[in-house]
């Protein structure tokens, strides 16, 4: 199948990509609570899915009325389609060229299918709202089903499946009349020797069949309520095959959760071990594998919390989007404290600082873009060799080039914390572990984030590449070669994160900061317990507390 996609332009494929990404318009576009704000934002989007951005006017006509956001004019070169509701027409999506404009002004056959497509998501979301503005909607029950039978024949084998289990429990003989009239009865029992392929389901004559016993058996509310939860956990599955698949665009996956969170958001019926599996899949792709931080994690953390997290994740489309141990501790940190804030008024004085996560295995892309791919041995060498190469390394690294990617959103980040110092912080997959925390190995930079914006995105770059530069130094080599860790493959995670402090003079810093440990390795007293802790304080910046220097420790 990949040899028949080989001989296509590189122009076929960008008009297909913006085809695509018009699309995810489209749904962002339906998910508004007015259909009339949604059809009108359709058609400002929809011209940028078709070849000529420029000369493209997008109309729909619905229910006699009109909705464009050009002027309406007469074209002699339009398309239509049609907005078919309930097997009923009511009304078209129409998108035309200005005559005027001689170039590009053929649709292509794709450009008609998008419309198509369109025209189908418009037509499924008007029936869903107005399913549910039917006064009492757990009556409605068949309304649901006839819109699955005309748009999701899987979804609604799905429910059939379940709905099966449901009615065979209290009726065995029910199973085996489905089975006979579905010809599966041949599948029974114990047979030696091999069968034909099961003949194709016949979703619609099954879902009659199975719904005009369920009511009989059923309640209208009874059967609304587990179609409103086996559609759910449809939906769930859908969103966890997405999460498990490496090759998903992290990007993807942040607009599957917004349509998920958005589709879940009335439903009340939702079920807490399809809930769960959905938060653990989460988990182990972006922040942790390890079984223990799984199971503290999930009782922290929400399907909301991911889609937040992800909109601050910077990687690639290749990238799985983990954002290393210092981060991930961060970040459930901060839910922990959270989940505090009912029990004790006194955690809201807590502030978030602003942050952005490189996802860490950015340094490995890196690394391959730039044919460094040999530096992946270093860390094997005699650690004298190791510091007599590192100054080379260094040099070899900061004059690398990042990920178009990963630049793209270093620049917008620069528009949102403008003029406002940052840190950059290292966030390896082994930091922050509870026998390798690897404090002071690796690099943290401060910026001063002034100058032009150009002058800004060099000096976040060079920043940036400085860290990673750092997973190679003698004494982060060392110090995973006294804890056996030299074979595990590393990558390196970045935290962006803005200073916290105010304006004194020409200087910018906090009035006090530090560093706590849960356990006090360094007990002065014998009062004092191991498990009191330790807490290091600094006036201004952190960095002598972590360098032990000049520091105030109270347990």
């Known amino acids: 199948m990949i040899h028949d996609y080989q001989d296509l332009s590189v122009e076929f494929l960008k008009e297909r990509a913006k085809e695509l990404e018009c699309l995810y318009l489209v749904d962002e576009a339906l998910t508004k609570d007015s259909i009339e704000d949604s059809l009108v934002n359709i058609t400002k989007v929809l011209p940028y899915g078709f070849c000529n951005v420029q000369a493209c006017v997008v109309s729909i006509f619905m229910d006699d009325k009109t909705y464009s956001f050009k002027p309406i004019k007469t074209y002699s070169n339009e398309i239509h389609s049609s907005i078919i509701i309930n097997h009923k027409v009511r009304g078209?999506?129409?998108?035309?060229?200005?005559?005027?404009?001689e170039s590009g002004t053929e649709f292509l056959i794709q450009e008609e299918k998008l419309l198509n497509t369109v025209a189908n998501k418009i037509a499924q979301t008007i029936y869903q709202k107005e399913i549910l503005e039917q006064g009492d909607s757990r009556s409605n029950w068949e309304a649901i089903i006839t819109?699955?039978?005309?748009?999701?024949?899987?979804?609604?084998?799905?429910?059939?499946?379940?709905?099966?289990?449901?009615?065979?429990?209290?009726?065995?003989?029910?199973?085996?009349?489905?089975?006979?009239?579905?010809?599966?009865?041949?599948?029974q029992g114990e047979i030696n020797f091999p069968l034909e392929r099961l003949p194709s389901v016949d979703v619609i004559t099954l879902s009659r069949n199975l719904f005009d016993i369920a009511r009989t058996c059923l309640s209208d509310a009874q059967i609304f309520d587990y179609i409103n939860l086996w559609i759910y956990q449809g939906k769930t599955y859908q969103l966890i095959k997405l999460v498990d698949r490496?090759?998903?665009?992290?990007?993807?996956?942040?607009?599957?959760?917004?349509?998920?969170?958005?589709?879940?958001?009335?439903?009340?019926?939702?079920n807490k071990t399809t809930q769960r599996w959905l938060?653990?899949?989460?988990?182990?792709?972006?922040?942790?594998?390890?079984?223990?931080?799984?199971?503290?994690?999930?009782?922290?953390?929400?399907?909301?919390?991911?889609?937040?997290?992800?909109?601050?994740?910077?990687?690639?489309?290749?990238?799985?989007?983990?954002?290393?141990?210092?981060?991930?501790?961060f970040f459930l940190a901060n839910k922990i404290i959270e989940s505090y804030i009912k029990k004790d008024p006194e955690f809201n004085n807590i502030k978030t600082l602003k942050t952005w996560f490189i996802s860490a295995d950015e340094l490995e892309n890196l690394l391959h873009d730039n044919y460094l791919d040999e530096l992946n041995e270093h860390k094997y060498r005699d650690i004298l060799e190791v510091r007599i190469s590192y100054p080379k390394i260094i040099h070899s690294i900061k004059n690398s080039r990042l990920s178009p990617y990963v630049m793209n959103e270093l620049s917008q980040l620069l528009d949102v914390c403008d003029n406002k110092p940052l840190i950059i912080r290292s966030s390896s997959l082994l930091e922050d572990q509870k026998d390798s925390a690897f404090s002071g190995k690796y690099r943290s930079l401060f910026l001063t984030n002034t100058g032009t914006k150009a002058?800004?995105?060099?000096?976040?770059?060079?920043?940036?590449?400085?860290?990673?530069?750092?997973?190679?130094?003698?004494?982060?080599?060392?110090?995973?070669?006294?804890?056996?860790?030299?074979?595990?493959?590393?990558?390196?995670?970045?935290?962006?994160?803005?200073?916290?402090?105010?304006?004194v003079g020409p200087y910018y810093f906090p009035l006090f900061a530090g560093v706590a440990f849960s356990n006090n390795e360094f007990r002065w007293s014998p009062r004092i317990k191991r498990e009191d802790g330790l807490l290091r304080m600094v006036v201004g910046l952190g960095t002598r507390a972590v360098d032990r220097v000049g520091a105030t420790s109270l347990s």
């Open 92 to 101: 078209f999506i129409k998108a035309a060229y200005n005559e005027k404009d």
């Open 279 to 329: 938060i653990v899949e989460l988990v182990r792709r972006f922040l942790t594998d390890n079984p223990i931080l799984i199971e503290n994690a999930r009782k922290y953390v929400t399907v909301e919390d991911f889609r937040i997290l992800l909109s601050t994740i910077i990687c690639s489309p290749k990238s799985t989007g983990r954002i290393g141990g210092k981060a991930r501790g």
């Open 455 to 503: 002058e800004r995105l060099q000096s976040l770059v060079d920043g940036i590449l400085e860290v990673y530069a750092s997973m190679f130094s003698p004494d982060s080599i060392q110090y995973r070669k006294e804890r056996n860790l030299l074979d595990y493959s590393e990558q390196m995670g970045i935290m962006i994160q803005e200073v916290v402090g105010r304006n």
């Open 147 to 187: 819109l699955l039978e005309s748009t999701d024949h899987s979804m609604l084998q799905h429910v059939c499946g379940k709905m099966l289990t449901v009615l065979a429990k209290d009726n065995h003989d029910l199973a085996e009349d489905i089975f006979t009239q579905m010809n599966w009865t041949r599948y």
């Open 246 to 270: 490496k090759d998903s665009d992290v990007k993807d996956i942040s607009k599957a959760l917004v349509q998920y969170l958005k589709a879940v958001k009335t439903n009340q019926t939702l």
